[in-house]
């Protein structure tokens, strides 16, 4: 059974041309490093030349990764989802830190998606898996490192 890896509309969008990237630049480009490697002679002792072979091997690597996540992407719009006030993925969730009294704000994406400096976490990291199905004014006890945490969810957004 083939994979799927749920993933909203700007993360599929971002692999897309990262994938682009790779195939119209960053390909040709170490293509022509081992050209020109090659003319050095030696193959043996060319550093040079073991360093792009090293390089095409990773790119055509991530190459193959991207589109095999794209090949089994399940792409969400939320934008065309009715917000019913419930925590689904793709949604923007802001919520209040009740020990605390800290309010914070997430948007629960795909795992290649996920980048917490930016507020983005992954469906399937603790706090997310918390959340997912709540509805506003709903609190949820999230396991943590540090302990148990309780959030209430003061909006939600689908956007």
Known sequence: MATTYPMTLQGAQKLREELNVLKSKTRP?????IAEA?????????????????????????IQDIEGKLAGAQIIDVTKIVNNGKVIFGS???LLNVGTDE?????IVGDDEADLKNSRI?????????????EVDDVSAIKTPSGVVE???IQVDYI
């Open 151 to 153: 959030y209430e969810i």
């Open 92 to 94: 923007t969730v802001k």
């Open 122 to 134: 992954s469906v399937n990291s603790p706090i997310a898996r918390g959340l997912i199905g709540k």
């Open 103 to 107: 309010e914070i704000q997430y948007h």
């Open 29 to 33: 480009t170490i293509i022509k490093s």
């Open 38 to 62: 090659r003319e050095h002679g030696d193959l043996k002792e060319n550093a040079e030349y073991h360093a792009a072979r090293d390089q095409q091997s990773f790119c055509e690597g991530r």
